[in-house]
């Protein structure tokens, strides 16, 4: 629970808790339950406090929260208040940069409280997880062979994969472009579905999902993939080529497979909820993308 309540408080500082305005189309917050701390007018009562940790962290507050973790917690929010305060009364904050930031700041933290909510949804039931093996035996009987292109950021990404499928060579937009000089121009495998002993299947179930489901000289969009977690993950994109696809194995057996089934599945799942959640969004309402108007309508 120490850990919980660094973490509410982290968010605190991020998003200026305590801001005399609240996002635009959002109800006032409604201060009730006794008082725990306060800084000038500004007050945190209780019953604030659990719905913040409820509303971010999906929890209750433990009743037998230690008093010690309470106090460091109200030592925090004094600290920030007394600073955000001081703040104010010296305009810091006020320029348009900051108030720029902030709102995108209200809106990315809601948008990912929703986002939230629906991927707990996104359950896996025993039925789901059969139904994937009996569609997908040939991903553990059939050996993969690939070879990749790695690549950092998602423009690069997106440019490379268009070159790729409009007919460019592999192995040479590998050399040019791919930023992991020990896979660039190399063969993997070949390999079945879940095999522990390749690092590449092993970052993330889309990336294997994404394998798996080419066919022979086929290539993959762009498949991104995370290379650390954390607040600030860092991703990097994997554009695939399958090489061949060969017997490796006569038969695979569904009780051997169906452990890392069961952890596979619910974030490929939770990926396509929301993809398919984003699409329809975006035809229920009107999305414009203009970049070029950045450079005065000039295509660059």
Same mark, same amino acid.
């Given at each position: 629970?120490?850990?919980?309540?660094?973490?509410?408080?982290?968010?605190?500082?991020?998003?200026?808790?305590?801001?005399?305005?609240?996002?635009?189309?959002?109800? @006032?917050?409604? +201060?009730?339950?006794?008082?725990?701390?306060?800084?000038?007018? *500004?007050?945190?009562?209780?019953?604030?406090?659990?719905?913040?940790?409820?509303?971010? $962290? =999906?929890?209750?507050?433990?009743?037998?929260?230690?008093? *010690?973790?309470?106090? /460091?917690?109200?030592?925090?929010?004094?600290?920030? *208040?007394?600073?955000?305060? &001081?703040?104010? /009364?010296?305009?810091?904050?006020?320029?348009?940069?900051?108030?720029?930031?902030?709102?995108?700041?209200?809106?990315?933290?809601?948008?990912?409280?929703?986002?939230?909510?629906?991927?707990?949804?996104?359950?896996?039931?025993?039925?789901?997880?059969?139904? $994937? $093996? *009996?569609?997908? +035996?040939?991903?553990?009987?059939?050996?993969? +062979?690939?070879?990749?292109?790695?690549? #950092?950021? @998602?423009?690069?990404?997106?440019?490379?994969?268009?070159?790729?499928? =409009? =007919?460019?060579?592999?192995? #040479?937009?590998?050399?040019?472009?791919?930023?992991?000089?020990?896979?660039?121009?190399?063969?993997?495998?070949?390999?079945?579905?879940?095999?522990?002993?390749?690092?590449?299947?092993?970052?993330?179930?889309?990336?294997?999902? =994404?394998?798996?489901?080419?066919?022979?000289?086929?290539?993959?969009?762009?498949?991104?993939?995370?290379?650390?977690?954390?607040?600030?993950?860092?991703?990097?994109?994997?554009?695939?080529?399958?090489?061949?696809?060969?017997?490796?194995?006569?038969?695979?057996?569904?009780?051997?497979?169906?452990?890392?089934? &069961?952890?596979?599945?619910? &974030?490929?799942?939770?990926?396509?909820?929301?993809?398919?959640?984003?699409? +329809?969004?975006?035809?229920?309402?009107?999305?414009?993308?203009? @970049?070029?108007?950045?450079?005065?309508?000039?295509?660059?």
């Amino acid at each position: 629970m120490k850990r919980l309540l660094l973490l509410v408080m982290a968010v605190i500082l991020l998003s200026g808790c305590g801001r005399k305005t609240a996002p635009a189309g959002s109800a @006032p917050t409604k +201060k009730s339950g006794p008082a725990l701390a306060r800084v000038g007018d *500004e007050v945190l009562t209780r019953d604030e406090f659990a719905v913040l940790v409820k509303g971010i $962290y =999906g929890q209750d507050v433990p009743p037998s929260l230690p008093r *010690e973790d309470i106090e /460091r917690f109200l030592d925090n929010w004094v600290n920030t *208040e007394l600073w955000y305060q &001081a703040a104010l /009364r010296q305009n810091v904050g006020q320029d348009e940069t900051t108030q720029a930031l902030l709102r995108y700041s209200d809106r990315s933290s809601i948008a990912s409280m929703m986002l939230r909510r629906t991927m707990d949804t996104a359950t896996v039931s025993d039925a789901d997880v059969f139904d $994937y $093996y *009996e569609q997908h +035996k040939d991903d553990y009987r059939l050996g993969t +062979k690939v070879t990749i292109i790695v690549l #950092r950021d @998602p423009a690069t990404a997106e440019k490379v994969a268009g070159l790729l499928h =409009g =007919g460019a060579d592999f192995e #040479r937009t590998a050399r040019e472009y791919s930023v992991d000089e020990p896979t660039r121009g190399t063969v993997i495998g070949p390999f079945v579905r879940d095999d522990s002993t390749v690092g590449l299947l092993t970052l993330a179930p889309e990336l294997n999902e =994404g394998i798996f489901a080419l066919k022979k000289d086929s290539i993959s969009d762009a498949i991104k993939v995370p290379l650390s977690a954390g607040e600030t993950p860092v991703f990097s994109y994997v554009i695939v080529k399958c090489l061949d696809r060969v017997p490796l194995k006569s038969d695979v057996k569904y009780d051997a497979v169906k452990r890392s089934l &069961a952890r596979e599945l619910p &974030a490929l799942k939770r990926k396509r909820l929301m993809n398919d959640i984003t699409e +329809k969004l975006k035809k229920e309402t009107k999305v414009e993308l203009t @970049p070029d108007n950045f450079f005065g309508g000039a295509k660059r």
